[in-house]
């Protein structure tokens, strides 16, 4: 149910759960396009129901040598609480170490999203932050 998408198969769920009511061009995200991004996407039916993605990028908040950042995880408000998210997640933390067994995975969580992505093990490190038309982030980390 799980497979990697193109960037442009994310941008219908980005635009729902993440930027509604923003300009379409918001839902491209830096890096989306580069060679070392993959996309995943959940399926039900041949409908898309979650995405997430994940870039190639360091954090100076980090030493590790290998780091990803996960973005743009969303889930249709729909079908949330059917283990969809943690799916994605699961996915994406498996590639990524069949990449590099000491990759290290971080990303700018949503204040709301916080309990979230503890369950799985991440932290939050620093203080919150704006992301200027979306809401309050923190950035969240774990070595895989
Ligand atoms: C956050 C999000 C991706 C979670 O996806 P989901 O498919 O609803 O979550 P799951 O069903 O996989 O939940 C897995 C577990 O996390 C818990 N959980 C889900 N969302 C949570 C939240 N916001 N806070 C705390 N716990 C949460 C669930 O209760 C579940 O726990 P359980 O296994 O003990 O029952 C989804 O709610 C979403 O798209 N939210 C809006 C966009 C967003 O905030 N994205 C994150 C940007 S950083």
């Not at 995200?29 to 996309?39: A, I, S, Y």
């Not at 729909?78 to 933390?93: S, V």
């Not at 498996?94 to 990759?103: A, C, G, H, Q």
Request: proline letters at 6%; hydrophobic letters at 40%.
């Amino acid at each position: 149910m799980i497979r990697k998408i193109s960037a442009e198969e994310t941008y219908p769920v980005r635009q729902q759960v993440l930027r509604p009511g923003r300009p379409a061009r918001e839902v491209f995200f830096e890096g989306d396009l580069e060679p070392d991004t993959f996309h995943l996407g959940y399926f039900d039916a041949g409908k898309i129901l979650g995405v997430a993605t994940y870039v190639s990028r360091k954090n100076n908040f980090f030493e590790a040598a290998v780091q990803y950042q996960l973005r743009g995880m969303a889930v249709l408000p729909n079908h949330r609480g059917k283990n969809i998210g943690e799916e994605l997640l699961l996915k994406g933390e498996k590639l990524l170490k069949s990449k590099d067994p000491e990759i290290l995975l971080w990303f700018n969580a949503r204040e709301v999203a916080i309990g979230f992505y503890k369950k799985y093990g991440y932290q939050a490190i620093g203080n919150p932050f704006m992301i200027p038309n979306v809401c309050m982030h923190i950035v969240m980390h774990k070595k895989l």
